[in-house]
């Protein structure tokens, strides 16, 4: 086989994957369920959902540009570690929709400002920047977020519904 065969080949095999990625179908969460508990796992890149103690689904995300590390001050692309909850729900976002996470809390705020830095503000689980819905998981495949957590515009539809304002949210490292 002839070395240009071989990348046409190796072209339409990966186009033929990308397109099974993209399509493939995966499990919606269930209708007219209340989440009670959201933990989020950085380092594997997931998102899991709860209701009443019970797993009810694991979503693949994207966090911010540096994963390593509990969020420290505004501006160092982190996502932040530890206990908050949903504090707000914006179905207008410039990435789709979000729900909103109490960051900064106390211990962030004088962790910040003993750094004298700002801890910035504004930490959402959102969908994918207006526009750019087509993209869908292929977002997971870099972390891009300035610490945000992101899903997909269905995840977030999901997730918009399902959550209401005061649920826990644990982020771990």
């Known amino acids: 086989m002839t070395k240009s065969k071989i990348i046409w080949l190796t072209v339409f095999i990966?186009?033929?994957?990308?397109?099974?990625?993209?399509?493939?179908?995966?499990?919606?969460?269930?209708?007219?369920?209340?989440?009670?508990?959201?933990?989020?796992?950085?380092?594997?890149?997931?998102?899991?959902?709860?209701?009443?103690?019970?797993l009810l689904k694991t979503y693949k995300i994207s966090?911010?540009?540096?994963?390593?590390?509990?969020?420290?001050?505004?501006?160092?692309?982190?996502?932040?570690?530890?206990?908050?909850f949903i504090n707000d729900k914006n179905p207008n976002s410039i990435c789709y929709k979000n729900l909103g996470i109490s960051f900064p809390n106390k211990y962030d705020i004088a962790n910040a400002k003993r750094l004298g830095k700002s801890a910035g503000g504004d930490i959402k689980i959102h969908g994918l920047f207006n526009n750019f819905g087509f993209i869908s998981k292929f977002h997971r495949w870099i972390g891009f977020t300035y610490g945000?957590?992101?899903?997909?515009?269905?995840e977030i539809d999901e997730l918009y519904d399902a959550v209401k304002i005061g649920t826990r949210i644990e982020i771990k490292p």
């Open 14 to 54: 990966s186009l033929i994957v990308l397109t099974v990625y993209y399509f493939y179908p995966e499990d919606k969460l269930p209708k007219h369920v209340q989440i009670d508990n959201i933990i989020v796992f950085k380092s594997k890149r997931e998102l899991l959902v709860y209701s009443k103690g019970q």
């Open 63 to 84: 966090i911010g540009l540096q994963p390593i590390g509990d969020k420290q001050f505004q501006g160092d692309n982190k996502t932040p570690e530890g206990i908050y």
């Open 148 to 154: 945000c957590i992101m899903v997909t515009d269905k």
